[in-house]
């Protein structure tokens, strides 16, 4: 039973079958979407795969093993081999007629079957030795350890890793609050969709991740473009501060290029726009709120965006406000102070020296940029008109003043301990294709023929 | 029975005598010797094109459709003739390379050669090695399949007719689907092996071209070796381009893999190249059938360069917009 068992777990007819059923469900997944790829059955036929091929790899290295030990068995002699004596001859070597193991001999001396063809017609025939590399027999198994390690990765990715996507004004502080505990009687993980950390845009974790502690306090200081030529931005970057309390423990520059790394996590680059900041009066000059919008933007036309739009309430008014942004016109200045001196020499910011101290007091300067404002109770609009920076709105017994705008940065915080796993398994499986396809066998060129 | 030659038998300057083999295989070397010339000084022409692109954009030619096209067109002359150096017989892929580098080239033409920056995210070497063994991967299976097809062409054509009772050769088969490669050596119709009846005209109007182009092709075991190297040659390629693009797609967006609509086609077509590989290997799939499995793959390939773009929306938009 035991014996059957193994025997169907390590065959290659089930390896086939699950191979083409991943495939057809990669189709079905292509065409239905990616939620195809988080169900039962997918889950299922790639744990089937998993077991198939732990079994099959093992086979694999103990065949490979008895054929490293039996290498310096004594050579096969050619034998049986004609050829012919015209040098126009063409010969082939008939893949087909791979003999195989031979019994008492080395296994890493296979015997083709090599058809010397004259003329069109057969001239000479006979069994040819291919002699290998002995490493050649681990490249197989070390590829199917590599597809393994990688499945592992694949699962710890799945079951353990977070993903987190929040976005911070200039100035402003962000905390990764801990984990809300779910259920009365303790905690339980999260379900795939639960938004648990405040401040997050999204959030997700892996089922199998539990609840887990702050991890990072991120405070941003300011944002800059980086422009080419026609002044088009070629990237946005983030200078920011990781902090523990009020205290700076790390600070540096993210941009598109690649991540920074902190407390284990990885921050990505995620997207940029504006905020611009009101006052809310009323007509006696009492202030009622103050407020910053933060934008969306449209980045299909690339990275300098097409519009920057934006809607909500007025806090502490029963009015509804909807916003377009134009930025002040491409400025030529240099980069204000940034801790990395040779990036800030190539940085251009849009805004000149607009932004004095993100978060505190604004140098106004020669802005240029406006917001288009729209101001609405219901189905009433009462107002309707484009501000400057420092200009006023009048409406109802209120005054809107447009004070300043930062600008905002999106952030995804990522941890994948998954990553390292799939990285062995890209190099191992790599190695093993490279032993495979790449030792050269002495024979194995067909149009070698040997001669005499 | 001792064959006659046809010209001792043909009329000089008759229609026969024109389509007898000989003349067609003098007339069909000639072709090929200017049509692989042609494909050189286009290959030269192309490199200067795509070095002066390169200069001009101030990154290698993969961004956009534009340059994506034109330099997968390049990279498939590339490897047509590096295969046609190390072996003139092989002259016969400018069938499949030719055109498909004439369609990549329009295609490139049709679309829009405006100068795009770069984004931060393709500033990466891991873009560089995920882009060049994508091409290469491309190339070797368009070739792949292209031999392959040739292969089942000419075993076509190889099958005894009716009325043909073709030359048995001794050979020991030791899979059906090859038996028809007996015949691949058989002579051309009318070169005297042929007893049909009706005699040796009859046989080459019959088939005009045929033997010429047949006996210039490699041996049916040849091509179907060829078509397994190439295939073979092509996975590993693939295989890297996919790694380097996960690794790519960790270091730009956090995320080794996404199931983007790219990547599930690419992953598809992975697979069913593995499975080629697995069938061939371990069941010994050969001839037509590892052929036409070749053909069917390079469907999903392609439907993953060139249909994706088409049907879904990815993250790989600004390669292929």
């Given at each position: 039973?035991?014996?059957?068992?193994?025997?169907?777990?390590?065959?290659?007819?089930?390896?086939?079958?699950?191979?083409?059923?991943?495939?057809?469900?990669?189709?079905?997944?292509?065409?239905?979407?990616?939620?195809?790829?988080?169900?039962?059955?997918?889950?299922?036929?790639?744990?089937?795969?998993?077991?198939?091929?732990?079994?099959?790899?093992?086979?694999?290295?103990?065949?490979?093993?008895?054929?490293?030990?039996?290498?310096?068995?004594?050579?096969?002699?050619?034998?049986?081999?004609?050829?012919?004596?015209?040098?126009?001859?063409?010969?082939?070597?008939?893949?087909?007629?791979?003999?195989?193991?031979?019994?008492?001999?080395?296994?890493?001396?296979?015997?083709?079957?090599?058809?010397?063809?004259?003329?069109?017609?057969?001239?000479?025939?006979?069994?040819?030795?291919?002699?290998?590399?002995?490493?050649?027999?681990?490249?197989?198994?070390?590829?199917?350890?590599?597809?393994?390690?990688?499945?592992?990765?694949?699962?710890?990715?799945?079951?353990?890793?977070?993903?987190?996507?929040?976005?911070?004004?200039?100035?402003?502080?962000?905390?990764?609050?801990?984990?809300?505990?779910?259920?009365?009687?303790?905690?339980?993980?999260?379900?795939?969709?639960?938004?648990?950390?405040?401040?997050?845009?999204?959030?997700?974790?892996?089922?199998?991740?539990?609840?887990?502690?702050?991890?990072?306090?991120?405070?941003?200081?300011?944002?800059?473009?980086?422009?080419g030529v026609g002044?088009k931005?070629e990237?946005?970057?983030?200078?920011?501060?990781?902090?523990?309390?009020?205290?700076?423990?790390?600070?540096?520059?993210?941009?598109?290029?690649?991540?920074?790394?902190?407390?284990?996590?990885?921050?990505?680059?995620?997207?940029?726009?504006?905020?611009?900041?009101?006052?809310?009066?009323?007509?006696?000059?009492?202030?009622?709120?103050?407020?910053?919008?933060?934008?969306?933007?449209?980045?299909?036309?690339?990275?300098?965006?097409?519009?920057?739009?934006?809607?909500?309430?007025?806090?502490?008014?029963?009015?509804?406000?909807?916003?377009?942004?134009?930025?002040?016109?491409?400025?030529?200045?240099?980069?204000?102070?940034?801790?990395?001196?040779?990036?800030?020499?190539?940085?251009?910011?849009?805004?000149?020296?607009?932004?004095?101290?993100?978060?505190?007091?604004?140098?106004?300067?020669?802005?240029?940029?406006?917001?288009?404002?729209?101001?609405?109770?219901?189905?009433?609009?009462?107002?309707?008109?484009?501000?400057?920076?420092?200009?006023?709105?009048?409406?109802?017994?209120?005054?809107?003043?447009?004070?300043?705008?930062?600008?905002?940065?999106?952030?995804?915080?990522?941890?994948?301990?998954?990553?390292?796993?799939?990285?062995?398994?890209?190099?191992?499986?790599?190695?093993?294709?490279?032993?495979?396809?790449?030792?050269?066998?002495?024979?194995?060129?067909?149009?070698?023929?040997?001669?005499? | 029975?001792?064959?006659?030659?046809?010209?001792?038998?043909?009329?000089?300057?008759?229609?026969?005598?024109?389509?007898?083999?000989?003349?067609?295989?003098?007339?069909?070397?000639?072709?090929?010797?200017?049509?692989?010339?042609?494909?050189?000084?286009?290959?030269?022409?192309?490199?200067?094109q795509l070095a002066l692109r390169w200069m001009d954009a101030g990154h290698g030619p993969y961004y956009r459709r534009y340059e994506v096209?034109s330099s997968?067109?390049?990279?498939?002359?590339?490897?047509?003739?590096?295969?046609?150096?190390?072996?003139?017989?092989?002259?016969?892929?400018?069938?499949?390379?030719?055109?498909?580098?004439?369609?990549?080239?329009?295609?490139a033409?049709?679309s829009s050669p405006e100068i795009r920056t770069l984004p931060?995210?393709f500033r990466?070497?891991?873009?560089v090695?995920?882009i060049?063994?994508?091409?290469?991967?491309?190339?070797?299976?368009?070739?792949?399949?292209?031999?392959?097809?040739?292969?089942?062409?000419?075993?076509?054509?190889?099958?005894?007719?009716?009325?043909?009772?073709?030359?048995?050769?001794?050979?020991?088969?030791?899979?059906?689907?090859?038996?028809?490669?007996?015949?691949?050596?058989?002579?051309?119709?009318?070169?005297?092996?042929?007893?049909?009846?009706?005699?040796?005209?009859?046989?080459?109007?019959?088939?005009?071209?045929?033997?010429?182009?047949?006996?210039?092709?490699?041996?049916?075991?040849?091509?179907?070796?060829?078509?397994?190297?190439?295939?073979?040659?092509?996975?590993?390629?693939?295989?890297?381009?996919?790694?380097?693009?996960?690794?790519?797609?960790?270091?730009?967006?956090?995320?080794?893999?996404?199931?983007?609509?790219?990547?599930?086609?690419?992953?598809?077509?992975?697979?069913?190249?593995?499975?080629?590989?697995?069938?061939?290997?371990?069941?010994?799939?050969?001839?037509?059938?590892?052929?036409?499995?070749?053909?069917?793959?390079?469907?999903?390939?392609?439907?993953?360069?060139?249909?994706?773009?088409?049907?879904?929306?990815?993250?790989?938009?600004p390669y292929?917009?």
């Amino acid at each position: 039973m035991g014996r059957k068992a193994w025997r169907f777990l390590t065959s290659v007819r089930l390896a086939l079958v699950l191979i083409t059923l991943l495939t057809v469900t990669g189709v079905l997944g292509a065409i239905a979407g990616r939620r195809v790829f988080s169900t039962w059955p997918f889950l299922l036929l790639v744990v089937s795969l998993g077991l198939n091929l732990t079994a099959c790899t093992l086979l694999q290295y103990v065949r490979a093993w008895r054929r490293w030990r039996s290498r310096a068995m004594e050579k096969l002699p050619e034998k049986g081999f004609t050829s012919p004596s015209d040098p126009g001859a063409q010969d082939a070597i008939l893949p087909v007629a791979i003999a195989g193991e031979v019994p008492g001999r080395s296994s890493l001396q296979v015997i083709r079957r090599r058809i010397i063809v004259q003329g069109g017609a057969v001239a000479g025939e006979g069994p040819v030795r291919i002699s290998r590399s002995p490493l050649w027999l681990f490249g197989s198994p070390l590829f199917h350890t590599g597809l393994l390690v990688i499945l592992v990765g694949g699962f710890i990715t799945a079951g353990w890793s977070s993903y987190g996507a929040f976005g911070v004004i200039e100035g402003d502080v962000f905390v990764d609050r801990p984990a809300v505990t779910f259920g009365p009687g303790g905690s339980r993980a999260p379900l795939a969709g639960d938004s648990p950390i405040d401040g997050y845009v999204t959030y997700h974790q892996g089922r199998l991740a539990g609840a887990r502690g702050s991890r990072f306090t991120l405070r941003l200081n300011r944002v800059d473009f980086q422009r080419g030529v026609g002044g088009k931005v070629e990237d946005y970057l983030a200078d920011i501060s990781f902090l523990e309390g009020k205290r700076e423990v790390k600070r540096t520059v993210l941009s598109g290029v690649g991540p920074v790394n902190f407390a284990g996590l990885d921050f990505y680059q995620k997207t940029y726009g504006y905020a611009p900041a009101f006052i809310l009066r009323r007509s006696d000059g009492r202030e009622v709120s103050r407020f910053l919008l933060a934008l969306e933007s449209d980045f299909s036309g690339g990275l300098s965006p097409g519009w920057h739009y934006g809607q909500g309430n007025l806090p502490g008014a029963p009015y509804q406000v909807r916003v377009n942004f134009f930025p002040a016109p491409v400025g030529s200045g240099g980069s204000r102070g940034s801790p990395d001196d040779a990036r800030a020499a190539t940085v251009a910011t849009a805004r000149g020296d607009l932004l004095g101290s993100a978060g505190g007091t604004m140098r106004m300067g020669e802005s240029g940029a406006r917001v288009h404002l729209e101001v609405q109770r219901g189905q009433e609009r009462v107002y309707d008109g484009e501000l400057a920076v420092g200009q006023k709105a009048g409406f109802a017994g209120y005054s809107l003043e447009f004070h300043h705008y930062r600008l905002w940065y999106g952030f995804t915080a990522k941890y994948d301990p998954g990553v390292p796993w799939v990285y062995s398994g890209f190099l191992l499986g790599l190695t093993g294709l490279i032993l495979v396809f790449t030792l050269p066998d002495s024979h194995s060129r067909p149009n070698k023929t040997k001669k005499g | 029975m001792p064959a006659a030659k046809p010209d001792q038998v043909l009329p000089a300057g008759s229609e026969a005598q024109q389509l007898s083999p000989p003349a067609l295989a003098a007339k069909l070397e000639r072709h090929l010797i200017r049509a692989t010339f042609l494909a050189w000084a286009g290959f030269a022409v192309h490199t200067v094109q795509l070095a002066l692109r390169w200069m001009d954009a101030g990154h290698g030619p993969y961004y956009r459709r534009y340059e994506v096209y034109s330099s997968d067109a390049w990279v498939a002359l590339l490897i047509f003739l590096f295969l046609v150096t190390e072996n003139r017989r092989l002259r016969f892929l400018g069938v499949v390379v030719l055109p498909a580098t004439f369609l990549l080239l329009g295609g490139a033409i049709m679309s829009s050669p405006e100068i795009r920056t770069l984004p931060p995210s393709f500033r990466t070497f891991w873009l560089v090695i995920h882009i060049l063994f994508a091409k290469l991967a491309y190339g070797a299976n368009l070739l792949g399949a292209g031999v392959s097809g040739f292969y089942l062409w000419k075993e076509r054509r190889s099958r005894p007719l009716p009325d043909d009772v073709g030359l048995q050769f001794p050979l020991r088969q030791e899979s059906p689907s090859l038996t028809a490669d007996q015949g691949s050596h058989r002579e051309a119709p009318g070169s005297g092996h042929s007893q049909g009846n009706g005699g040796p005209a009859r046989d080459w109007k019959r088939s005009a071209g045929d033997p010429a182009v047949m006996n210039g092709l490699p041996a049916l075991v040849r091509l179907d070796d060829l078509a397994y190297s190439l295939t073979t040659f092509g996975f590993i390629n693939l295989t890297v381009m996919i790694v380097a693009g996960s690794i790519w797609a960790r270091t730009a967006w956090g995320s080794y893999w996404s199931w983007d609509a790219v990547e599930t086609w690419s992953l598809v077509s992975w697979l069913v190249y593995g499975l080629y590989l697995h069938l061939r290997r371990t069941y010994g799939w050969r001839g037509s059938k590892a052929a036409w499995f070749a053909l069917a793959a390079l469907g999903f390939l392609l439907f993953a360069l060139f249909g994706v773009g088409v049907f879904y929306r990815t993250n790989h938009a600004p390669y292929l917009g």
